[in-house]
């Protein structure tokens, strides 16, 4: 490599820093250093007149190395780093020294010492510019496809958004039906809309019918579903993922099956249909309700007998009770998690369990939907009879330290949108809610309070101590505590508005895809604020309620969030990657793991050979693993062992 | 006795600590001359032996500034760096250089405040501890 010419420009700032800094003894100072071939000051850098003296001097005095002291980095440090480029020396030559922030404005009463600030930080980055390495670029090729891990209504939406963009999407669903949490609401807030008719399908953004559009599931050919599965082992990087997915059985097939019921009818074993939390009654082959996506039946392992009735009725063939599991392997581009939540189990509190007329909201909301197991009549589970007093209890498994502490964020809305559609229904039914806050998240929200108001649905403050039944009543006491009172309330029905926590295999999947979780094993983000989306891994995404309990508006904001970040990623078939990242000695690597352990992004793996190596599209450039390796074998470039220590030195020196 | 003024070394995460004193000096609030300043790209790319070397040549205090807990830029180098602080403080205890002599805050990037005071209180706090013990020991000039 040819020597060093270091050029030395200084800015005025148009006084700013020339008011201050005695520019001719810094300029005498910095012409002493060794390999400082050039030195100029110049009104405005950051003007074109300025950057045009730039360019022309890198030119004229073939300068390879430039100090730049003006104002701080964060200010100009892209414009000047393309000029380097357009004069053909490598960006990554290049220092600047915020002299203005750092020397002239701090004491601008003073321009003795912020001179000789100034001097020993230009120094400094002389002795840093002559350490700097040229850095390079790679091009990783990248598939035009994308995994999404989850049906509900993100997975969806995302999957249909990439699908119009031009990717190929696998969509991963481990229940034999899409739809998630969605299909089950009855009416959503703050619209009211049909629960079932939020879940977009295929082509369309928001079906308002469902059944329009089901030949739309065999068309289109860039979305492939695959129900009952499961992702078993990922590898690979953003760009070049390699997925195996395990293919459970459904026995029907969904492109073949048209639900005309037949199966249905002939199947001799009868259970309870969880999907209406038993409130309705199912065979074991059956579809847990008309909504359901894709319009097929479904057959229930576990209580299935394989008599093969089904098998011979079906009159299109669709049903195969010898299929067998499969496992498939995929080469995507990225990956999305939309794994959603799941109701808290409240067993046990408040007499859920032990009575049955005790019931969630998501039971409630089953009940309320004009399709559902009741038609949507109100009902007491135990005896069928209309409810005349019901009481919600808020925050049940979640904002307790004890078992979740962190607000559910929804249940209140859902809490208020059932109270409202029941007193709208029945005037007569007596409904009470017992909060702690009512805290309203969406921006539509309000509505709902003051309607509930107008409506005359109750509200006590207060912590539910104890629900007892009195069998003389028949029916509950609530005692609770409110603002330091004792009190009891009645009521025939007992709504519990649970929490929500991560979807059953949250945990699992984390381990195979070997991304972060947080401390309440919701999928953990990079950056609360400014990378929400992205989890720990390049390339892999997060979602939806998988990220925390989300409403549906908040929810498909993040599935296209996604959507575009994936698509920005992707789009053109290349990763860029610039090689400013950390690199291994292999003389000095003894196979530790410590990088592998340390790197927060998973980019440094040690080989079988028990040489660290890393992946140059995962590598975020942060240099924990250069600090952490007690061989000193891994290094970040430019910000090398060396290369840091010369720059103490050089500050440090008078 | 000529008054001793303390020679401090302060390494700012680029993410929060840098942006944290731009903004001070855009209020042209100003701070000792004496503390330099080292940019970089993480708090948890400093290791022990930065910090030793800084000691080593003749800083009489080093103060590491990261991103606050939480707001890490790569997740948790700033957790990192501190569990390093608090063993390495041990370490300079043991070989007389003084475990005082080296602290670590952590800053969001608007708190220009809170980041100029934590540097006057180390300035202070080093004034009274005393030159680096190396100095006078001859081990470097």
């Known amino acids: 490599m040819s020597a060093a010419r270091i050029g030395v420009f200084i800015c005025k700032c148009g006084g700013e820093i020339s008011n201050t800094i005695d520019l001719g003894s810094l300029k005498e100072h910095v012409k002493k250093i060794p390999n400082v071939v050039y030195v100029e000051e110049h009104d405005f850098l950051c003007f074109n007149e300025g950057q045009e003296a730039l360019k022309k001097a890198i030119r004229e005095h073939r300068l390879n190395r430039i100090v730049i002291a003006a104002c701080s980095p964060r200010l100009h440090e892209i414009a000047f780093r393309r000029i380097l480029s357009e004069e053909g020396v490598n960006p990554c030559m290049l220092e600047i020294v915020s002299i203005r922030e750092q020397c002239a404005w701090p004491y601008s009463d003073n321009p003795s010492k912020a001179t000789e600030k100034a001097k020993n930080m230009v120094k400094a980055a002389i002795l840093r510019v002559k350490t700097l390495e040229e850095i390079g670029e790679v091009t990783v090729p990248a598939k035009l496809s994308v995994l999404v891990i989850g049906g509900g209504i993100a997975g969806i939406t995302a999957a249909l958004k990439l699908a119009d963009y031009g990717f190929q999407v696998y969509l991963v669903e481990k229940e034999a039906t899409l739809g998630g949490k969605g299909l089950q609401l009855g009416t959503v807030f703050p619209t009211e809309d049909c629960g079932v008719c939020m879940v977009p399908y295929k082509l369309e953004r928001h079906r308002k019918c469902l059944f329009k559009y089901v030949e739309l599931v065999l068309t289109n050919p860039r979305t492939k579903i695959f129900t009952k599965s499961i992702v078993e082992h990922v590898e690979g990087y953003l760009g070049n993922f390699k997925v195996i997915v395990r293919k459970n059985p459904t026995y029907v097939d969904f492109e073949k099956c048209v639900a005309c019921g037949v199966c249905e009818e002939v199947c001799p074993i009868e259970v309870s249909n969880e999907f209406d939390f038993g409130l309705s009654k199912r065979k074991a082959i059956y579809m847990p309700s008309p909504h359901i996506l894709p319009r097929t039946y479904i057959i229930d392992e576990e209580n299935c007998s394989k008599c093969g009735e089904c098998e011979k009725v079906c009159p299109f063939n669709a049903i195969n009770l010898n299929e067998k599991l499969e496992r498939i392997e995929l080469n995507v581009g990225a990956i999305i998690l939309t794994t959603g939540f799941r109701e808290f189990n409240p067993k046990n509190m408040y007499g859920y369990g032990i009575y049955p007329d005790v019931i969630t909201q998501l039971m409630l909301a089953r009940m309320l939907d004009l399709s559902g197991p009741t038609g949507g009549r109100l009902v007491r589970v135990s005896d069928g009879e209309k409810p005349s007093k019901i009481v919600m209890i808020q925050c049940v498994g979640s904002r307790d330290p004890k078992i979740n502490p962190y607000c559910s964020s929804i249940c209140c809305s859902i809490a208020l949108k059932h109270a409202r559609s029941i007193k709208e229904r029945h005037p007569e039914i007596d409904v009470t809610i017992v909060y702690k806050d009512i805290r309203l998240m969406g921006k539509y929200d309000e509505k709902y309070l003051m309607e509930c108001e107008r409506l005359g649905v109750n509200f006590v403050k207060g912590e539910v101590i104890d629900v007892k039944w009195d069998p003389e009543l028949k029916r509950f006491r609530i005692k609770l505590e409110s603002f330091g009172e004792r009190k009891c309330l009645l009521a025939d029905l007992i709504v519990l508005s649970t929490g929500f926590i991560p979807s059953a295999n949250a945990i699992e999947l984390a381990e195979v895809l070997d991304i972060s979780l947080r401390r309440d094993k919701f999928f953990a983000s990079t950056h609360p604020k400014f990378a929400p989306l992205e989890t720990n891994v390049s390339g892999i995404f997060v979602c939806g309620a998988a990220q925390g309990p989300t409403d549906i508006s908040e929810t498909i904001n993040q599935a296209l969030a996604v959507v575009s970040k994936v698509a920005k990623v992707l789009g053109k078939g290349e990763v860029r990657v610039k090689l400013s990242k950390a690199v291994v000695n292999e003389n000095y690597c003894i196979g530790c793991r410590v990088c592998e352990i340390s790197c927060p992004f998973n980019a440094a793996k040690v080989s079988v050979q028990g040489i660290s190596n890393v992946v140059e599209v995962m590598c975020k450039e942060c240099g924990i693993c250069a600090a952490e390796c007690p061989a000193e074998a891994i290094q970040l470039v430019n910000y090398r062992d060396e290369q840091l220590n010369e720059i103490i030195k050089g500050v440090l020196s008078s | ?141």
């Open chain 2, 1 to 141: 006795m000529k008054k001793f003024k303390p020679l401090i070394l302060a390494f700012l995460c680029e993410n929060s600590a840098y942006r944290a004193i731009d903004v001070a000096s855009m209020r042209k609030v100003s701070y000792l001359e004496s503390i330099r300043v080292i940019k970089v790209p993480c708090s948890g790319r400093i290791s022990s032996t930065h910090i030793l070397q800084a000691f080593s040549n003749g800083a009489d205090g080093v103060i590491i500034f990261g991103c606050l807990k939480g707001g890490c830029n790569y997740v948790d180098g700033n957790l990192r760096a501190q569990l390093r602080v608090k063993k390495l403080k041990k370490i300079l205890d043991i070989i007389g250089l003084g475990g005082e002599r080296l602290e670590m805050h952590l800053v969001g990037f608007c708190e220009a405040g809170k980041i100029l005071e934590c540097m006057n209180n180390f300035y202070m706090k080093i004034r009274e501890i005393g030159p680096n013990p190396l100095k006078s020991k001859g081990v470097f000039k």
